[in-house]
């Protein structure tokens, strides 16, 4: 079935380190990629996304690229700050416009930035 | 603009007891979600409705209960609780693929 691995945290990294965090998927079709963050003591928000091959999903200065022939959605941030400090989760949606219940998440990454 | 409240944000349980999570949007979303967050495991998906009067299972809906009256609220029921049900709860709206989290509900059963 359709999967979602993530690098396992947590990752520690000075401010204005480089950040990768790794996100690999298996899926039978074409699926919808997500990067959501969870900052301390809320919920889940929707960071970016990418419906297809080749797209590139940003913001607050997050990127990430939909690469169909290594099947991976990688979070990169070029200077990360203290304020990026969170969970970041990685998701798959089966296909565009697929019911939200179909969308898989991945185990999360810690991510903790010192000053 | 609330988006989507939970209430409550912690709670203690004795083994045993029934207790229901409350879950509200403003966004007029058909479909509300509830999942459980546990470490090293992500989110798992428990209950889910995709409009008023419709409710179905997700991965993991043994031991809670769901219903939805109306487009805004999407109550959690736990019958008895166990500890293997101690957990954080999120309640989840969505829109075009996007989901809305509520702040969450840190349950622990004792």
């Known amino acids: 079935g359709d999967s979602v691995t993530q690098m396992e945290g947590p990752v520690t990294l000075s401010e204005e380190a480089c950040l990768t965090i790794n996100c690999t998927y298996t899926a039978t079709g074409y699926p919808s990629l997500f990067w959501y963050v969870q900052y301390p003591g809320e919920g889940l928000q929707l960071l970016l996304k990418a419906t297809k091959a080749d797209d590139k999903g940003s913001n607050k200065g997050f990127e990430a690229t939909y690469r169909k022939e290594t099947t991976s959605f990688h979070l990169e941030k070029g200077s990360v700050q203290v304020s990026d400090s969170a969970v970041y989760f990685c998701a798959l949606s089966p296909m565009l416009y697929s019911s939200a219940s179909k969308i898989i998440f991945g185990s999360g990454t810690r991510l903790s930035i010192r000053p | 603009n609330a988006g989507v409240t939970q209430t409550p944000k912690f709670q203690v349980l004795k083994t045993g007891q029934s207790m229901t999570l409350q879950c509200a949007q403003d966004m007029n979303h058909e479909y509300m979600s509830w999942y459980r967050q546990d470490p090293g495991m992500g989110l798992r998906l428990i209950h889910y409705s995709v409009g008023a009067g419709i409710t179905d299972q997700g991965e993991v809906p043994n031991g809670y209960n769901v219903s939805r009256s109306t487009t805004e609220d999407f109550p959690l029921r736990l019958l008895s609780a166990a500890p293997s049900q101690t957990s954080v709860y999120f309640c989840?709206?969505?829109?075009?693929?996007?989901?809305?989290f509520g702040s969450g509900t840190q349950l622990s059963v004792l």
């Open positions: 989840a709206s969505s829109y075009n693929e996007k989901l809305f």
